[in-house]
């Protein structure tokens, strides 16, 4: 079954069982859609695919040792028969995350929009059980972002728990930033910094594996690519959420100028502690959009689209 791929790494000590997260305020009165269903063959199949032969018929593909690929389980989970009016609406979403320049723009009435039409899209998830879907498996790209796109890594959620009640004691700090989160302070801080640029951010998802890559640039030490390794399992108590947990976090590809600190890897997991395990709400998801949220900070919202 689909959910065989998303259980807990053997060794990993399960978490233990939370309770189901509420969804976003605009995602509880959603009302409910029925969707057919169609394999790579173009014939209607379940909704949820259960076990056995029926389950046989969508199953991920192998590469040629018997390895299963991301390629392969997406091609082969069932996607959804979209109404021409989602069709429509997710097509709004790709055009203004991109007028919003990944929801970075400094006008507010697009990003209200942007805002706006991602919600009605959540309201319209085609995909049943979306954290136990196969579709989940590829490279993604992040198209939006809530905040600063560098948060879309797992490692500041799991971070943003690890210091959650740390006061920040800088009087200074407090009164220009309106808030007495150390944390929160430091990364408005680093969110104003002129000389930073954030490029490409993606996301690998892979039999248990979640890779989050984002490209940063610091004059004048050149690009490096911030890489955080996690795994991910199926909440046991929620279908809409993984249970994302922080392994480490890579400087890779770093420019010449920055090459001291090319290939350094930190054990953030081991930092982190009990906050590097994290909850992803996926909110949206179909063959070619994915939506996800801090199921903790559900105002923290990313948007990624697959690449082909």
Same mark, same amino acid.
């Given at each position: 079954?689909?959910? =065989? &791929?998303?259980?807990? /790494?053997? +060794?990993?000590?399960? *978490?233990?069982?939370? $309770?189901? @997260?509420? #969804?976003p %305020?605009?995602l509880?009165?959603?009302?409910?859609?029925?969707?057919?269903?169609?394999?790579?063959?173009?014939?209607?199949?379940p909704?949820?695919?259960?076990?056995?032969?029926?389950?046989?018929?969508? =199953? &991920?593909?192998?590469? /040629?040792? +018997?390895?299963?690929? *991301?390629?392969?389980? $997406?091609? @082969?989970? #069932?996607? %959804?028969?979209?109404?021409?009016?989602?069709?429509a609406?997710?097509?709004?979403?790709?055009?203004?995350?991109?007028?919003?320049?990944r929801g970075?723009t400094?006008?507010?009435?697009?990003l209200?929009?942007?805002?706006?039409?991602?919600?009605?899209?959540?309201r319209?998830?085609?995909?049943?059980?979306?954290?136990?879907?196969?579709l989940?498996?590829?490279?993604?790209?992040?198209?939006?972002?809530?905040?600063?796109?560098?948060?879309?890594?797992?490692?500041?959620?799991?971070?943003?728990?690890?210091?959650?009640?740390?006061?920040?004691?800088?009087?200074?700090?407090?009164?220009?930033f309106?808030?007495?989160?150390?944390?929160?302070?430091?990364?408005?801080?680093?969110?104003?910094?002129?000389?930073?640029t954030?490029?490409?951010?993606?996301?690998?998802?892979?039999?248990?594996?979640?890779?989050?890559q984002?490209?940063?640039?610091?004059?004048?030490?050149?690009?490096?690519k911030?890489?955080?390794?996690?795994?991910?399992?199926?909440?046991?108590?929620?279908?809409?959420?993984?249970?994302?947990?922080?392994?480490?976090?890579?400087?890779?590809?770093a420019?010449?100028?920055?090459?001291f600190?090319?290939?350094?890897?930190?054990?953030?997991?081991?930092?982190?502690?009990?906050?590097?395990?994290?909850?992803?709400?996926?909110?949206?998801?179909?063959?070619?959009?994915?939506?996800?949220?801090?199921?903790?900070?559900?105002?923290a919202?990313?948007?990624?689209?697959?690449?082909?």
């Open positions: 079954p689909p959910e =065989a &791929a998303l259980r807990s /790494p053997p +060794g990993q000590t399960p *978490a233990p069982t939370p $309770a189901p @997260s509420s #969804p %305020a605009h509880a009165t959603s009302r409910s859609r029925r969707h057919r269903f169609v394999g790579c063959g173009g014939r209607a199949a909704a949820r695919c259960a076990g056995g032969d029926e389950g046989a018929g969508v =199953a &991920a593909g192998v590469g /040629p040792g +018997g390895e299963r690929t *991301a390629a392969s389980a $997406a091609a @082969s989970a #069932p996607a %959804a028969v979209l109404d021409p009016e989602v069709i609406l997710r097509e709004e979403v790709l055009t203004l995350a991109a007028a919003s320049s970075q400094d006008d507010g009435a697009v209200q929009r942007c805002r706006r039409a991602i919600e009605d899209l959540e319209e998830n085609p995909t049943p059980d979306p954290a136990a879907s196969r989940l498996e590829g490279q993604w790209r992040l198209i939006y972002a809530s905040e600063d796109p560098t948060r879309c890594s797992p490692f500041f959620w799991a971070l943003r728990k690890r210091m959650r009640g740390v006061s920040d004691p800088n009087p200074l700090s407090r009164a220009f309106g808030g007495d989160d150390l944390l929160e302070n430091t990364l408005a801080f680093t969110d104003l910094v002129p000389i930073k954030v490029g490409v951010a993606t996301q690998r998802l892979e039999r248990g594996e979640l890779v989050n984002v490209v940063v640039g610091v004059f004048p030490t050149g690009e490096s911030m890489t955080t390794t996690c795994n991910y399992s199926l909440d046991p108590t929620d279908p809409s959420v993984l249970t994302v947990t922080v392994q480490k976090t890579q400087v890779l590809g420019s010449l100028a920055a090459s600190i090319d290939q350094f890897s930190f054990p953030s997991g081991e930092f982190l502690g009990d906050s590097a395990r994290v909850r992803m709400l996926v909110t949206y998801l179909d063959d070619r959009l994915r939506i996800v949220r801090d199921a903790d900070r559900q105002a919202c990313f948007v990624f689209c697959r690449n082909s």
